[in-house]
């Protein structure tokens, strides 16, 4: 809640989508590092395993009657891999080593500590990468979700050390970041593959390893202007200046880069005296001064001095990609004439990100013209005018065009989909919105098999210990190849121990067996919709607003500060205990499950009610700051729809939290009422306000 200082940051609550670095939900963590899971032999049988696993003996495990194996986890190995955690985490390298042997002897996390000594030894560019040791890790554990990280950093190091030879062999991986794939695209390139120019830009995120694929693949011309000059004007239009210069380091020479940085300083003074370009590396360079033209306060006097100045200077194509960059300033800042600005650029391709707000800043007129929405979203690259956003909104333009037979083709095919505009889309159909027939239960045989499936156990076990970020990754490896079946017996299990941000994420996955119970879990039996009532609050839009904040991790905490199932900031906390005479605050009980819902939802009821009691302001009230959604509706020249103020909404982030808890709220009041519910009436209409003060923090 209320995180308007760190919106351009980002908050990650880690969830993949997933929380990093908290416990697990209800889970509290096992400070003895006992396996309390486990089913222990007894004392005499236990003992003589400890002493037989520290002796480096492999005892065979005990049976039940049934056959199925029962580990036994040995206090000491499982304190072992708490420490050889500890041990990583303050770089205590010496007593991690010391400490791998007797961790091993924990059946179910000890491969933990060793992998973690192994990753220092890749990290360590100063030594040699140990690859006997690689290798052995990777065949005593072939399957498992380490050795495949394990396999990813051993190809990182390989081809930072110039072993291409071998990283090209190490590849693929099950799961791979773009360090991973850039390492191994470098490596398949300088072993003689022919790799495109289309997979290094594809693969590129700006890490060590993509940088050193791009300077390799620009010097051996593998990628050229063509591909460096988008990417870096992709860049520039997400102010990432730093990551910019970088690749201007790429594209130009020495000299060049010295206009370069003076241009990016002041642009104007850069410009001042410049004769007409010539050579390309000019023209760009000139190009990008008159785009930064458009950011600051003088943007029209701006504008006027490049009509006057430079029209007939640059190459048309140039010119009308600078007035994209004056409509993506102004759409960004919510400002009409975005519209404007957009159309000067003509029919040009722009990037994803840029063909978006050009959409946006029509939906946002207050008389949309459908016909400059649609042309914008079909200039969209096939994938962007794909994704059921801007099929929802091409239908609706050829809906206003009056291409009805069209328009019903574009919602049926996302009407099937359970998210926002699959909701909306079912509702431009005239279908009542409806929960999907619940499968099967989970059979006691399901069941027990997830519970035995090993990277399953694992991840519990890190769970217990509140090890989230070792934990959730551990569970989503094992989950890959899945059935329906097995996936809700995986989230089932989930559920019963409490983990509820693996029940909702895992069932999602699942594709023709849908369980909302699983997917729209509401756990707390009910005290959560207790603590709504008392003050008048829709559960339904609370339970919808947790379910994206913390996926109802009661000690869930962000990146940022943000805390408990509500993700309430210490300073909000504090503010909303003394607003309401709450006696007993204290910094350290904003967990507590009561203190975080009854501050979480009377700070939501306090929004709510200066945003004139519309959700979907108060939504974003409570993710941005309500004094956001109060600047943004000022500067309304009308009356707009719900769906059209969210996905108007500047902030990526606000912008999909506030589509997701509506979307989730008229789920959740489908569940709970046994009725129909209708997202449209729930996401109501926005109008313009003045301008105002606000005191809520």
């Not at 129909?676 to 009436?681: E, H, R």
Request: proline residues 6%.
């Amino acid at each position: 809640m209320l995180r308007s200082h760190r919106l351009r940051a980002g908050l990650w609550l880690a969830l993949s989508v997933g929380l990093v670095g908290c416990a697990g939900a209800e889970r509290p963590a096992n400070p003895a590092g006992a396996d309390l899971r486990q089913s222990l032999a007894p004392l005499d049988t236990a003992g003589a395993m400890q002493v037989a696993a520290l002796a480096g003996a492999t005892p065979a495990p005990p049976q039940s009657a049934s056959g199925t194996i029962t580990l036994v986890t040995p206090p000491q190995s499982r304190q072992a891999v708490v420490r050889a955690r500890e041990a990583m985490q303050k770089k205590q390298w010496a007593m991690l080593e010391t400490l791998v042997p007797i961790a091993k002897s924990d059946p179910v996390l000890g491969t933990y500590a060793e992998y973690w000594m192994l990753r220092q030894k890749l990290q360590d560019s100063t030594q040699p990468v140990p690859d006997q040791e690689m290798q052995r890790f990777i065949q005593a554990h072939p399957d498992g979700y380490l050795a495949d990280r394990l396999r990813g950093d051993w190809l990182v190091a390989a081809t930072r050390a110039g072993n291409y030879a071998l990283a090209a062999r190490l590849g693929p991986l099950v799961n791979s970041n773009s360090q991973e794939t850039c390492s191994l695209l470098l490596a398949q390139h300088m072993t003689g593959q022919r790799i495109k120019a289309a997979q290094a830009i594809e693969a590129f995120e700006p890490n060590r390893a993509c940088w050193s694929m791009l300077d390799e693949f620009e010097d051996s011309k593998v990628v050229g202007w063509k591909e460096l000059e988008p990417l870096l004007r992709a860049t520039l239009e997400t102010s990432k200046t730093g990551n910019a210069q970088r690749l201007a380091a790429i594209m130009f020479d020495a000299g060049d880069m010295v206009q370069y940085a003076a241009l990016m300083k002041n642009p104007k003074k850069w410009l001042a005296g410049r004769k007409p370009p010539k050579s390309r590396t000019d023209t760009e360079l000139v190009t990008i001064a008159l785009s930064r033209l458009a950011y600051g306060s003088e943007r029209e006097q701006n504008a006027a001095y490049i009509e006057r100045e430079w029209s007939k200077a640059i190459p048309k194509s140039n010119l009308q990609w600078v007035w994209s960059q004056f409509g993506l300033v102004a759409a960004l800042n919510v400002e009409l004439n975005a519209v404007d600005w957009y159309r000067r650029s003509g029919n040009a391709r722009l990037t994803d990100y840029n063909h978006a707000w050009q959409v946006r800043s029509e939906l946002r007129q207050p008389g949309i013209d459908w016909n400059w929405v649609a042309q914008a979203i079909r200039r969209m690259s096939a994938q962007q005018a794909a994704e059921p956003v801007w099929m929802y909104w091409y239908g609706r333009a050829l809906r206003a065009q009056g291409n009805q037979e069209a328009a019903t083709k574009y919602f049926q095919s996302i009407a099937g989909e359970l998210n926002f505009y699959g909701q909306l889309a079912s509702e431009e159909l005239g279908r009542t919105l409806s929960i999907p027939q619940p499968p099967a239960p989970v059979t006691a045989g399901e069941l027990q098999q997830a519970r035995e499936n090993p990277g399953l156990q694992r991840a519990i076990a890190l769970f217990d210990l509140g090890w989230r970020p070792e934990a959730v990754p551990e569970w989503n490896y094992t989950l890959r190849g899945m059935t329906d079946r097995q996936l809700l017996a995986a989230a089932e299990l989930a559920r019963q121990e409490h983990i509820y941000d693996r029940v909702v994420n895992t069932s999602l996955q699942t594709q023709k067996e849908v369980d909302f119970s699983q997917r729209f879990i509401a756990p707390f039996e009910g005290r959560v919709t207790e603590k709504a009532r008392q003050i008048n609050l829709d559960p339904a839009w609370v339970y919808g607003l947790i379910r994206q904040e913390s996926r109802f991790i009661t000690d869930a905490r962000s990146r940022v500060g943000a805390s408990g199932l509500m993700q309430l900031m210490p300073a909000t906390a504090r503010w909303v205990a003394r607003k309401i005479g709450m006696k007993d605050f204290t910094p350290s009980s904003v967990n507590d499950f009561d203190t975080n819902t009854v501050l979480g939802t009377n700070y939501l009821s306090m929004v709510l009610n200066d945003l004139n009691g519309s959700q979907v302001l108060a939504t974003a009230g409570y993710n941005a700051g309500p004094r956001r959604p109060v600047q943004w509706r000022s500067k309304l020249a009308g009356p707009v729809e719900g769906a059209i103020f969210a996905e108007t909404i500047p902030f990526t982030e606000t912008r999909l939290y506030v589509k997701n808890v509506m979307s989730n709220a008229t789920y959740y009041a489908m569940m709970f009422s046994g009725k129909p519910q209708s997202l449209k009436q729930r996401l109501g209409t926005v109008s313009p306000s003045p301008n105002k003060k606000v005191d809520l923090p």
